[in-house]
């Protein structure tokens, strides 16, 4: 049986015993346990589930002591890093539970009978929002937490009423199999069925549950060409399923003449403090900085970047990534180092932070390569000698999370052409900040037109990301007692309603 095996990313050296690859026979059995599974819970009291969501994450708090420095042994992402990751995904289950029971989620909507209504008659209608069914979701690298196996598209979708089986990333096993232990152990002590949650592992086992028809959603983050394969054998099923893919990213960031002149030293600061966060592992690291010719940065610039210490990466293959797309801008006519490169011999996954120069001009007749997402601690910046460059450059750029301005007070009245061409091109639009903090709230949104992700209609991170996992069903002129407590009259639930047009509790 093959090993998905561990490897210490700082040394290149085995992390563990490595976990075996899920067999057919075991993700067929998996499978029908999460079919069975998905009508007792999508039946389960609201309270009852967010119960168990907030027990996952007082399980998950208590073994903090055990699970940071597992995921540090496996990602070299630091104990510091991954505790506050650690923190987040608990905060995100927890979020989830006030999510259902604050019942907006449902969206329960009911058009009384009317015999005079416009264009004709009305019946009594009452729609609400109700679970797909099993869920898969693939867990990211680089967040083996926030974005792993008890990450938000887990939170979300065991929130939603879905039984969710999460395909564990290679880069971190030991602590996916230990994860998924953990979780388990709460659901049997909520006597939940056993297929509520399962942990699968190999490339071959998520390949083969994404094609499965009793899977009814997936959920992934990471790589475009990886998501995008994904992508293809979901909606080429002969029942596709919905396939909420978080991908690549360049999140260009737009600094004006009278930013760069009031404050251009700190923008310089901040900028290689948010594109090196993580060693530049996030999806949502600012990627591209455009800034007016003459600004006078390098030196700041320069500077800034040449204190950031070469790290460790996720894994041998980021790593491999980056040197091979960092080495290919280094190298593109049109664009310059801003630093020296560093060499970095030691043995294991390291990256080296760069930050490359180049002219408006220049990208926009080469943006097909320069705009490409290069993950890790690199980023490049792009010299507009007018609006019009910066414009024709910015509608060069496929779709981001992300867009940000950093203006003044006198830029406002001018900057309406340049919002106008990136609002259609991020999910978050910032002004004076950075995007590489993504707040865990009931209004984010992180997602974006493509290739950031293959639905720009949701989010994958904050309250509103529960809805990926639902589907609208409407009751027409159904008896009192067959229908959903939800929709009942009286409101048992105390649900947030929209009646005839108005919202009452």
Same mark, same amino acid.
């Given at each position: 049986m093959k090993l998905v095996e561990s490897v210490n990313p700082r040394t290149g050296e085995p992390a563990g015993p490595g976990v075996s690859e899920t067999p057919p026979a075991e993700l067929s059995s998996a499978l029908s346990l999460a079919k069975s599974a998905a009508r007792r819970l999508a039946v389960e009291p609201i309270t009852e589930r967010a119960a168990l969501l907030r027990a996952i994450a007082d399980r998950l708090d208590d073994r903090a002591e055990e699970l940071v420095p597992l995921a540090d042994t496996e990602t070299a992402l630091g104990k510091p890093r991954l505790t506050a990751e650690l923190t987040r995904a608990t905060f995100q289950l927890r979020l989830f539970a006030e999510t259902i029971e604050e019942g907006s989620?449902?969206?329960?909507?009911?058009?009384?009978?009317?015999?005079?209504?416009?264009?004709?008659p009305r019946p009594d209608l009452r729609r609400q929002l109700e679970p797909l069914g099993p869920v898969l979701v693939f867990a990211a690298s680089n967040f083996?937490?926030?974005f792993g196996i008890p990450g938000g598209d887990t939170a979300s979708a065991l929130a939603s009423g879905c039984p969710v089986i999460v395909k564990a990333h290679e880069g971190h096993p030991e602590?996916?199999?230990r994860v998924g232990e953990i979780i388990n152990s709460v659901v049997a002590d909520h006597n939940l069925p056993a297929g509520i949650f399962t942990v699968v592992f190999g490339q071959q086992a998520g390949r083969d549950a994404v094609v499965d028809p009793r899977i009814k959603a997936a959920g992934f983050t990471g790589s475009?060409?990886?998501?995008?394969?994904?992508?293809?054998?979901?909606?080429?099923?002969?029942?596709p399923i919905p396939f909420y893919g978080e991908l690549g990213s360049i999140n260009p960031t737009v600094v004006t003449k009278a930013a760069a002149r009031a404050r251009g030293t700190d923008i310089a600061t901040e900028f290689v403090n948010s594109f090196t966060l993580d060693h530049?592992?996030?999806c949502t690291k600012p990627g591209l900085l455009f800034v007016?010719?003459? =600004?006078?940065?390098? @030196?700041? !610039?320069a500077e800034a970047v040449s204190v950031v210490p070469p790290a460790p990466m996720v894994n041998a293959r980021v790593a491999e990534s980056y040197a091979k797309l960092s080495a290919e801008l280094s190298a593109h006519s049109e664009v310059r180092s801003l630093i020296t490169p560093r060499l970095h011999t030691e043995p294991g996954a390291w990256g080296v932070p760069c930050l490359f120069v180049t002219s408006a001009e220049s990208f926009t007749e080469s943006a097909e390569t320069l705009a490409e997402e290069c993950f890790g601690p690199s980023s490049l910046i792009v010299e507009y000698a007018s609006t019009h460059e910066l414009i024709n450059a910015l509608q060069a750029i496929e779709g981001s999370l992300?867009?940000?301005? =950093?203006?003044?007070? @006198?830029? !406002?009245q001018s900057l309406g052409p340049v919002l106008d061409v990136l609002r259609p091109r991020a999910g978050r639009l910032i002004w004076n900040d950075w995007p590489t903090d993504v707040p865990v709230a009931w209004a984010t949104q992180h997602g974006g037109p493509w290739p950031s992700s293959t639905n720009p209609t949701h989010s994958s991170v904050g309250a509103s990301a529960i809805r990926r996992w639902m589907r609208p069903v409407a009751y027409q002129a159904f008896p009192q007692e067959l229908l959903p407590e939800s929709l009942k009259d009286g409101n048992p639930l105390g649900v947030p309603r929209r009646i005839d047009g108005a919202i009452r509790r």
């Open positions: 989620f449902l969206d329960v909507t009911i058009d009384t009978p009317s015999p005079n209504a416009a264009p004709g083996p937490f926030a602590l996916s199999r475009t060409n990886g998501g995008r394969a994904l992508y293809d054998l979901a909606t080429g099923r002969l029942d530049g592992q996030l007016p010719v003459g =600004h006078k940065l390098d @030196s700041a !610039l992300t867009a940000t301005i =950093h203006g003044e007070q @006198s830029d !406002l």
